[in-house]
């Protein structure tokens, strides 16, 4: 059975290449476009992944990745936060809440298909 993806960013742009990407690389994928609606969907599509990114409107992704950090019956869902944000204290900062890996754009598409699938313990 396919590892399902929930992406989270408010950027169409970014939205469409991420899902081309992921199902091109077999993957399932679900969408959200604001923070709530991330946690919503988390709740209900259950993905293996969440590729997370952090400024977007409602709930920031840290405010998602806290809330799926502290809620018992998503433990096992990964966080990766995908972000512009690039700086030393922000990235601390996501992994300190809880985030699984983080990367930032723009990104190389292999480097993310990599770290996704080894996130996924999947073979490169």
Known sequence: MAKKILIADDEQNIVIS???LMKREGFTVCVAT????????VRSEAPDLVLLDIMMPRKNGYEVC???RTDPGL?????LMLTAKGREMEITKGLAMGADAYMTKPFSTRELVTKVK???DLPA
Not at 34 to 41: H, L, M
Not at 75 to 79: A, F, M, P, S
């Open 118 to 120: 080894s996130l996924l």
């Open 18 to 20: 991420l899902e081309f």
């Open 75 to 79: 433990q096992g869902t990964r966080i």
């Open 66 to 68: 806290q809330e799926i």
């Open 34 to 41: 604001d923070g709530q609606e991330a946690i919503d969907k």
